[in-house]
């Protein structure tokens, strides 16, 4: 059964191959680093059952951020102070192997989850990701990411959106 781990030493990054150099050496050079300074976490599917180190099916990472409310639309900036906090999902990532069977979705939603434990807490207004390219921002708009004026390639899901999905996914 796939599972949503936080990344360990328990699992095979070397192994791991999505088909973009970027996010593998992101994955197998920098996650662990990042994690131990607190820079971001890495999520990482994996099938629980699988025996040490685990292959990993695909993985996300997430880091706090703050972005000035004039970058958003204006209808979504009209009601928030100037600095506003969110939630960055800087990679995410399928093995090549995984890649079009829907994992991509599955880590989305985890994500979104992700998201709505640290609101219930802190707050925060949405996610945001930066797309690679035009074809990412469209896999990105699929789930409702709307693209900032500013940068039509910085997208942003607000957090009513997540709450509805989740919720209709429940």
């Known amino acids: 059964m796939l599972k949503i781990e936080l990344l360990a030493k328990s699992h095979d990054r070397d192994g791991f191959d999505c088909g973009s150099d970027p996010l593998n050496l992101f994955l197998k050079q920098t996650a662990r680093q990042h994690a131990e300074r607190g820079i971001s976490r890495t999520f990482v599917l994996v099938d629980e059952d699988a025996s040490e180190p685990k292959p990993i ?25 100037r600095d506003v906090s969110g939630i960055r999902l800087g990679r995410l990532a399928v093995a090549k192997e995984y890649q079009r069977r829907g994992i991509g979705k599955t880590l989305l939603a985890a994500a979104m989850g992700k998201f709505i434990e640290i609101f219930n807490t802190a707050g925060g207004i949405g996610l945001f990701v930066d797309a690679k390219d035009q074809e990412a921002k469209c896999y990105y708009e699929q789930f409702g990411f709307i693209a900032l004026p500013s940068n039509e390639l910085e997208l942003f899901l607000p957090v009513r959106t997540i709450q ?6 429940a």
């Open 57 to 81: 099916v695909g993985f996300f990472s997430l880091n706090l951020c703050q972005i000035k409310s004039e970058f958003l639309s204006a209808v979504e900036a009209k009601k928030l102070p």
């Open 164 to 169: 509805e999905a989740l919720a209709s996914h």
